[in-house]
């Protein structure tokens, strides 16, 4: 991480601010990895810069291999990641703990970056870079032969629906249970797991036969 990033003046601490005793206690039961994430973020609303870096270490990679499985450009999934870590820290302060870890929240951030990119790019009249991929993989041999090179997962998702990829994404890659995605997401549990279902169906579908 560069020490230009740290250069960005921090809004102030909210006027007031007090740990909650009732989250506290929500945390306590939760699991012991989210409540000691709970105790670095309370550390971060207060703007403490030590807890911010850790933060940003954690899930500035994290977020930037989620935008680059969606849209397979680098320089755009390093500036989105870049503008979520900035929102994160810009937000910090109005976050509340819910019994979901912390990583929802900030996934939550991501995914809204990823779909104000992709309307933008939708009236600039730009091709999606996973659509064109997709289509110079029209044939099973071009698969197989970009699979060997890239890993067969990468390429096969490639040919997933946007909520698919994503959900597929948060769920084996990033290790979100389903209520976290479906806070992520803004689907039930239900939705989550039917839509999960689905995103496996074709991965198998295409890593078996070439065809989404």
Known sequence: MSEAFWTIPLAKPLEGYKPISAE?????????????????VRRGQRYEEDALQALYEK???????????????VQAAEDLASDVMLKMIESIG????????????VFRIA???????????????EVDLSE????????PQALAERALERGQIQVAMRYLTDEQRQVISLKFIEGFDNRSIGRIMNRNEGAVKSLQHRALGALRRVLHTGEA
């Open 94 to 105: 109005k976050y509340q703990f819910k019994g979901l870890p912390f990583g929802a929240w």
């Open 111 to 125: 995914r809204n970056r990823l779909i104000d990119l992709h309307r933008r790019r939708r009236r600039r009249g």
């Open 132 to 139: 064109t991929l997709v289509s110079t993989l029209a044939n």
């Open 59 to 73: 899930y500035y990679p994290r977020i930037y291999n989620y935008a680059f499985v969606q849209i397979g450009d």
């Open 24 to 40: 506290a206690g929500a945390a306590k039961r939760e699991d012991p990895e989210v409540v000691a994430e709970w105790d670095i």
